[in-house]
């Protein structure tokens, strides 16, 4: 009972019936993200523009009607796991981002739940990987550990960055705390060490070699017909959650002028989608092993580093915190 | 109903096409490409992801057996068309797009197909050259010569230049009396899971080939891995009985070189610079536009950018080193440096310089060595970057 009385965990919070909004504006986000990586590649391949916009409607469609595939002795179960992690993950890591002045779960521990759910996109992606009982995507499995081995402890100080400057482990304090400014203008490097974070949960861009073109197809390999659209739209799912947690986390929640608060947040978060979006297909995939090397070398030194002169700064009784 | 006609219909616009080329049907698989693009189409990573097997050229009867396995692997509605020529190329398309819209064909193909067809094709796969699903079940169908080699004695092992190749430097690479404790070229062993004659790994027999994107037509390499590691590899060649089209003009044998380099980038993840490939084959292919200066020059800045790109050098450099130069076998240098060759070729080839010196039989002799002792992806990208293009190695041969 350590919680101040003044501030009760369901007045905070949004409430369960919000949960179906969240979940379709979330599908909707997905698409519009679905659909710019569609045009970018459409036009870098020279297909017609709108083929690539259309392509998260006909590719559904086209898995919704095309079938299962079965290897031979597969995981049945655990192939689920890898099949509705994804999705299942996205909602619970966006139930904690405020949505205008109030998330949907107000958890004082509302970083370290977002934290939690990122490590378990290892035993999802391992699971879809795995289970198969396929070379490619076993291979594809493994690379996607050695990507997280690099990615997973600068991601977790980055995380803690902005929870180190408010004071705080719950989104909504962190929020308040950027009144007098967004904590990405004096912690850029957590910033962007958080979006390699994601762009790694959410098998993407540069870390996408788990899922690689020499691996035909790697963790998906052998995933086919709804399954496939599922692992597929939950990759897009976890990259929406991953930027929608930057507007509280990095870019001041629904702090903005004229806009109403959930305005901003939906307006910042499709910012920063858009960008990871476009990022991702200009950076070539990096190689697992090499990307190692930057992420203990490069990633987590900078973080370290970050998160030092952010506790000084807070220490000292400056910043926002 | 209503709903499933829309889907059917919203489905039928986005076809996944997995192109199998065979020896000589480069042309046709070149414009199997171009069609998919024009149509909206995607080209397929592998059988899982495909609706329709296109197979591109005259594949000989040793095909046969291959390409119904491959078929086995296709989730279904499923087509499969053979293009002998590049002039069948847009009505194989249409009939794809009529019989995967045949509600009624494929209820049938489907009810025909047995429920562990897909496991009963896997099954007998992992000896196979196979598509992009091997299995590692344990169905037994020992017929094959190579299913003796499952685990222990590798067949390889007793081949003498096995051990010795290899790049790690490990003189004891021979898989025949692997200690169990060793660890290969330094790197742990991936699984350790107890074989059946008791060695403490686990040996995946992976074919490569010849269904697999951006990879040499009819090669087949089969190889052993320890988790990613390949420790052994063996080469065959598939032959095609297609009648192959003659090479007379020089922007052909650069569009080659263009696709083999688009091949490299593609593997090595660089989506756009392989896209700005495929793009400068097609217009080097293209009667209208392949002497128009732009796309010189579309080339030669192309070029230009994946020698200077950091990212690319950073990733690929000290990747995959031939040290050693031997005339008309693998070229020299790293894969970074391989990948730009490819692309200087397609200058040279414009130029009309005259095309390298080839030595197939060399080069496939020299393949298992090169990739052994290093990763999977590694070994995709050695291949890549030192088999040439079908064109210029037809020419080599003076077909």
């Known amino acids: ?321 | 109903m209503a709903l499933t006609a829309m889907m059917r219909s919203a489905s039928l616009r986005s076809v996944h096409v997995l192109p199998v080329e065979i020896p000589g049907g480069w042309r046709v698989r070149v414009e199997v490409e171009q069609a998919v693009r024009r149509r909206g189409w995607r080209l397929a990573s592998g059988p899982a992801d495909a609706d329709a097997l296109v197979i591109c050229g005259a594949p000989g009867s040793e095909w046969d057996e291959l390409i119904d396995r491959v078929w086995g692997h296709l989730p279904g509605p499923r087509v499969r068309v053979t293009l002998a020529n590049p002039a069948e190329v847009t009505g194989g398309l249409d009939r794809v797009v009529r019989e995967l819209g045949d509600r009624d064909g494929q209820s049938v193909d489907a009810g025909q197909r047995r429920p562990d067809e897909d496991a009963a094709a896997f099954g007998s796969d992992r000896d196979t050259r196979g598509t992009s699903g091997m299995d590692m079940g344990d169905a037994p169908d020992g017929h094959d010569h190579h299913e003796e080699s499952h685990h222990g004695d590798m067949d390889m092992g007793g081949d003498p230049d096995m051990g010795d190749i290899d790049m790690g430097g490990d003189p004891d690479m021979d898989m025949g009396d692997m200690d169990m404790d060793m660890a290969p070229s330094g790197i742990p062993l991936a699984t350790g899971a107890d074989d059946r004659d008791g060695l403490e790994m686990d040996e995946l027999h992976v074919p490569l080939g010849p269904v697999l994107r951006h990879w040499p037509a009819g090669l087949v390499v089969r190889c052993v891995l320890h988790g990613d590691l390949v420790t052994g590899a063996e080469v065959e060649l598939l032959p095609g009985s297609g009648a192959a089209d003659a090479v007379d003009v020089a922007a052909e044998r650069a569009a080659g070189w263009c696709d083999s380099a688009a091949s490299t980038l593609r593997l090595a993840g660089a989506e756009r610079p392989a896209d700005r490939a495929v793009r400068l084959r097609d217009d080097l292919l293209d009667p209208t536009l392949a002497d128009r200066p732009e796309t010189a020059t579309g080339l030669a800045r192309l070029a230009r950018d994946v020698r200077s790109s950091r990212v690319l050098r950073w990733s690929l450099g000290g990747l995959g080193v031939i040290a050693t130069e031997v005339p008309g076998g693998p070229p020299t240098g790293d894969v970074h440096s391989r990948l730009c060759a490819q692309l200087d070729h397609a200058l040279g080839a414009l130029r009309g310089d005259p095309a390298p010196a080839l030595d197939a039989d060399g080069l496939r002799d020299a393949l298992p060595g090169l990739m052994t002792g290093i990763d999977l992806a590694a070994a995709r990208l050695m291949v890549a970057s030192v088999w040439p293009p079908a064109v210029v190695a037809r020419e080599a041969a003076g077909v």
């Open chain 1, 1 to 321: 009972m350590s919680e101040p009385p003044t501030e009760p965990l369901v007045d905070h919070a949004l409430g369960p019936a919000w949960s179906i909004a969240l979940v379709v504006v979330a599908a909707l986000l997905a698409l519009a993200a679905a659909g710019l990586n569609g045009v970018l590649v459409a036009r870098s391949a020279g297909r017609p523009a709108r083929s690539g916009m259309v392509s998260p409607l006909t590719e559904s469609a086209r898995l919704l009607t095309q079938r299962r595939r079965r290897t031979l002795q597969r995981d049945p179960i655990l192939q689920q796991v890898g099949v509705f992690g994804l999705p299942l993950i996205a909602v619970l890591m966006l139930s904690v981002v405020p949505l205008g002045d109030r998330p949907l779960l107000d958890l004082p521990v509302g970083v370290v739940w977002f934290n939690a759910l990122d490590v378990a996109v290892w035993a999802v992606v391992w699971l879809a990987g795995w289970a198969p009982n396929s070379a490619f995507p076993l291979v594809g499995a493994y690379r996607f550990l050695a990507l997280a081995l690099a990615y997973e402890l600068p991601l977790m100080f980055a995380l803690s960055t902005p929870a180190v400057a408010a004071g705080s482990l719950r989104l909504s304090d962190i929020v308040s705390a950027q009144s007098g400014g967004w904590f990405v203008v004096w912690m850029p490097l957590a910033f962007a060490v958080y979006l390699v974070g994601v762009a790694g949960f959410a098998v993407w861009g540069p870390l996408s070699a788990p899922v690689g073109a020499d691996l035909a197809g790697g963790v998906l390999g052998e995933t086919s017909g709804p399954d496939r659209l599922l692992v597929l739209g939950g990759r897009y799912a976890v990259l929406v959650a991953g930027a929608a947690f930057t507007v509280p986390m990095f870019l001041g929640g629904g702090h903005g002028p004229l806009l109403p608060a959930w305005m901003w947040v939906l307006v910042k978060t499709a910012a920063v989608l858009a960008g990871l979006v476009w990022l991702g297909r200009r950076i070539p995939t990096l190689r697992p092993d090499r990307f190692l090397e930057v992420g203990w070398l490069v990633l987590l030194p900078i973080t370290l580093l970050q998160l030092l002169v952010v506790a000084i700064v807070v220490g000292t009784g400056g910043g926002g915190g």
